[in-house]
């Protein structure tokens, strides 16, 4: 994408922060996720421009450089009419829409990226995001002190699981779970060979095909339209099959596979960022429900994950059930923004609430 520079989109401080926005997804944009917290490295330029390529929409971004060192860069789509002003931190729904920030970067960053925004939008989303995400809080904070109206729905409740924590504590996994998984594993090997497989880096994109197939076997094509799935290409499948071009980002997502005779019968897929694992999506054929073929699975991959260095699992919203039964409590509550610019838009906050929450 172009990297224009819109010169009335400058914005500089005199303690050595500067903001600018530019036209489209620039390559500084790594340089900023690899100094950001671990849990962010993931929001690489191609993580956003995949999220252009599979919804569309007109990118522009805006990057602080602080002591002429980039440290913040905030990918934007408009939303709407062009004239409307409104825009929306574009990317992937799971796990969460945010934007990098180098761990260095200070309050004077924060500041000028609020400066900066208010000459370009008048209304800007960032969401769904956890509460307390290291890149929206402080913006958001800093923004309803420079009397920016602020605006939460909340979307879900995340859950975590501390695997380093309960294996200390011997709680995981328990051995009634192991002998249940032995006795699932020897009767669903009565269907066919198994097959147990570990996918990342060079299997992208092309592996994405083999979940895509257990995803169109499973509920998912039997009780809807297909368009949630996260790797069908109806659904999308675009999305992960662009991101996977970059060679770090494929290094970071992860697949266990299970076969059965060579059929695709179950995936759990996650993003590894540094010891924390995000858990985005796994599926299963129903053919084999009776067996539990999902449970059989995502329990070799946790155990895989912890033997390079993962400790925690963030199992995201919904499907509390299983993921309790697993180990996993309820963690920060997940939620969209809406950022209002001082005068008219921030006075019709009540109006836009009213409006907003319930959509």
């Not at 992208?204 to 290409?233: H, M, N, Y």
Request: proline content about 5%; glycine content about 8%.
């Amino acid at each position: 994408m172009s990297k224009h520079l819109s010169p009335r989109a400058l914005h500089s401080l005199g303690n050595g922060a500067r903001a600018q926005v530019v036209d489209g997804i620039p390559a500084v944009i790594d340089e900023i996720a690899e100094a950001a917290a671990a849990s962010h490295a993931f929001l690489r330029r191609a993580w956003f421009e995949a999220a252009f390529q599979a919804y569309g929409g007109r990118a522009r971004t805006l990057i602080v450089t602080e002591c002429d060192r980039p440290v913040l860069a905030l990918p934007m789509r408009s939303v709407g009419l062009a004239r409307g002003g409104v825009a929306t931190v574009p990317g992937c729904f799971w796990p969460f829409r945010s934007f990098p920030t180098a761990i260095s970067a200070g309050e004077p960053a924060i500041n000028a990226a609020l400066a900066a925004l208010a000459q370009n939008v008048r209304a800007l989303r960032i969401g769904p995001v956890y509460d307390g995400d290291v890149s929206a809080a402080p913006l958001i904070e800093a923004a309803r002190a420079r009397g920016w109206a602020v605006l939460s729905r909340t979307v879900a409740t995340s859950f975590l699981l501390d695997m380093a924590a309960a294996r200390a504590a011997g709680t995981w996994p328990r051995n009634s779970t192991l002998r249940k998984n032995r006795f699932h594993e020897k009767h669903l090997a009565e269907h066919g060979a198994l097959g147990w497989s570990f996918l990342s880096g060079a299997d992208w994109p092309a592996a994405f095909d083999d979940l895509a197939t257990v995803e169109w076997a499973s509920w998912i094509a039997s009780r809807t339209d297909g368009r949630d799935a996260k790797f069908t290409r109806a659904g999308h499948g675009a999305f992960w099959r662009a991101a996977a071009v970059d060679p770090v980002l494929a290094r970071m997502f992860r697949a266990a596979m299970l076969t059965v005779d060579g059929r695709p019968a179950a995936f759990s897929f996650d993003i590894d960022a540094g010891d924390l694992k995000y858990a985005i999506a796994n599926s299963y054929d129903p053919a084999f429900a009776k067996h539990s073929p999902g449970k059989l699975l995502y329990y070799r991959n946790l155990t895989a994950a912890i033997e390079r260095g993962i400790t925690r699992v963030d199992w995201g919203a919904g499907d509390s059930g299983y993921k309790r039964t697993i180990g996993a409590e309820a963690g920060p509550a997940i939620r969209d923004w809406l950022l209002l610019r001082p005068g008219l838009p921030a006075t019709l906050a009540s109006v836009i609430s009213l409006a907003w929450r319930d959509r």
